[in-house]
């Protein structure tokens, strides 16, 4: 994922004040996506400026599609996320996001994964970087649950959909079976530590 750097955190599961943010009795999912003031060239740059509110929504609307809410009735999960490092374009983000929620143990219905594709001097290529991104060519950004193979996110131009498309989620797919060795080797160590 080019060289983002991103800390990310879930503050457990509180329960809900205010009932009327709930959704059917389901949790209630929030997302704060902030950029460390160190990696703009903005020094004064709003902590919620309307960029990071975007994209904290894009975001929670993705986490909010994995999720198994309904299993979290009256309780709300909030999402923290800091790039420190940008150097591509929000897929890091959401995967990064997706690891968290696993590893804090809430109920998912697949993974959340996310990546991008695009053109460079009529080249497709796939994880795009910042000066990859910012050439100019047709890109997109595509998150998905793989084993259900649904689509989560879609950020494209509508020129050149079809095969920016399919080598995005040919990518979500090989970031998903990395993440899921990932969650089998952490857990086999958890196992492993609890036994000795």
């Not at 796939?126 to 998905?144: H, K």
Request: proline share 3%; charged share 20%.
């Amino acid at each position: 994922m080019g060289n983002t750097k991103v800390i990310a955190a879930v503050y457990g599961l509180r329960e809900i004040q205010n009932k009327s943010q709930q959704k059917n009795g389901h949790a209630l999912v929030l997302c704060e996506y902030s950029m460390a003031h160190f990696n703009t060239g903005d020094r004064r740059r709003q902590k919620n400026d309307r960029r990071s509110t975007e994209i904290s929504l894009v975001i929670r609307q993705t986490m909010e599609a994995c999720i198994l809410t309904e299993l979290l009735p009256h309780s709300q999960i909030d999402i923290f996320l800091q790039v420190l490092q940008a150097d591509g374009a929000i897929s890091c983000i959401i995967n990064a996001a997706t690891l968290v929620l696993a590893d804090a143990g809430v109920p998912m219905r697949d993974l959340s994964v996310s990546c991008s594709a695009g053109y460079l001097n009529s080249t497709p290529l796939l994880d795009l970087n910042y000066v990859e991104d910012s050439a100019g060519g047709a890109d997109v950004t595509v998150g998905i649950l793989p084993k259900l193979d649904k689509v989560t996110l879609l950020q494209l131009p509508m020129e050149t959909f079809e095969t920016v498309f399919a080598l995005a989620s040919e990518g979500c797919k090989a970031i998903a079976e990395r993440v899921r060795k990932v969650l089998q080797e952490n857990t086999k160590q958890l196992e492993y530590r609890r036994a000795a």
